[in-house]
């Protein structure tokens, strides 16, 4: 019996329940089964590896303690801890193949002789070194001139430094969907560039600035955390590992990399104000159906609650409801504040109906 523990607050997380669909169907197909613990002390101690599902850093901390107090490897998917004594695994994106891979696809697409612009790396995060490594191997590759754009932790002032100079690059490569946005709300030049970020963000599919971005299918990785687990299980001795992640990018390159099991250095994160914003919207976007969408739409022409239940074939109490949830998504007060956020990013609602 697989014994799974998830943070309640996680629960809702839409890729979390990607994840956790694949995890199941690996499972399943083994014909083995598993169990959701209520409480962390529901433990069957008789099994070595528990299961963490978790976003939260003290949450997690606080279940690696009660793990090392028993013995217990922690087998988790989500946020890492950055430092920790306790062994424990985890799946990791390998970001070197990611930038690789992404870089050479904006330099298939660039004019001679231009340099690319490489955005928002942070010299303090391991992240950022992979996502390095990945960049220049392609530059160097295609002798391709670079600029680095690095960021302190005031991502405003690292884009608004960026816009300075932006006629001086054709090509950018950022390193998360997030300072790509971020640019794309900000310059009025965004429109004429050859941009790819990472992270596969929601707010693509409502913005008319196109760029390549990448991420992980979420399906795919919780069956790789499954498998993982049966792994750890047959070791007389287990030992920290970590499993590299399948690659997709919008550009429909695939990477698949090599089943091997390694060890990884622990693994730091880097946010500020606006990409927490960012965040923010792309969280929105992912709890909103199309009945949601059409009632943004509507809100933003004017409409009133009867008209929007009206139109959508609703009850005014639903109206509200759904409102309210995307106001609680989004942490924001009123619908005049939810709508101001989405015209900030330039969102075009419309272009999903």
Not at 9 to 25: L, V
């Amino acid at each position: 019996m697989i014994q799974v523990l998830v943070e309640e607050r996680y629960r809702d997380n839409i890729r979390f329940n990607d994840a956790f669909e694949g995890f199941k169907s690996a499972v399943l197909a083994r014909k083995e089964s598993y169990i959701i613990l209520k409480n962390k002390k529901d433990f069957d101690p008789k099994e070595r590896v528990l299961v963490i599902f978790g976003i939260s850093l003290n949450w997690i901390e606080e279940i690696f303690s009660f793990c090392n107090e028993r013995n217990i490897h922690p087998l988790i998917f989500g946020l890492r801890p950055k430092f920790h004594l306790t062994p424990f695994s985890y799946l990791s994106k390998d970001y070197v193949m990611s930038f690789y891979l992404l870089t050479n696809k904006i330099i298939s697409t660039s004019k001679e002789g231009k340099k690319i612009a490489f955005i928002g790396f942070n010299p303090s995060s391991p992240h950022d070194l992979f996502k390095k490594e990945g960049f220049l191997l392609a530059c160097k590759e295609s002798n391709v001139s670079y600029e680095f754009f690095d960021n302190d932790g005031d991502s405003s002032l690292l884009i608004k430094n960026l816009i300075s100079k932006e006629a001086e690059f054709d090509d950018m490569v950022f390193v998360n969907d997030d300072l790509l946005l971020l640019y794309i709300s900000k310059s009025k030049n965004s429109i004429n560039k050859n941009m790819a970020g990472f992270g596969g963000s929601k707010l693509k599919e409502f913005i008319h600035v196109p760029y390549i971005t990448g991420n992980i299918d979420y399906f795919e990785a919780g069956k790789v955390l499954a498998n993982l687990f049966f792994f750890l299980s047959k070791q007389k001795e287990i030992y920290s590992v970590s499993v590299k992640m399948p690659l997709k990018l919008t550009c429909d390159v695939t990477y698949n990399p090599p089943k091997i099991y390694q060890k990884e250095k622990d693994i730091d994160f880097y946010h500020d104000k606006s990409i927490e914003e960012i965040d923010l919207v792309n969280e929105t976007l992912l709890n909103m159906d199309e009945t949601d969408i059409n009632i943004v739409i509507l809100l933003e022409n004017g409409a009133k609650y009867e008209t929007i239940a009206d139109a959508c074939y609703i009850s005014l109490n639903t109206v509200k409801y759904r409102i309210g949830k995307m106001l609680k998504v989004s942490k924001r007060k009123n619908k005049t504040e939810l709508l101001s956020l989405f015209a900030k990013y330039k969102l075009d609602f419309s272009s999903k109906v």
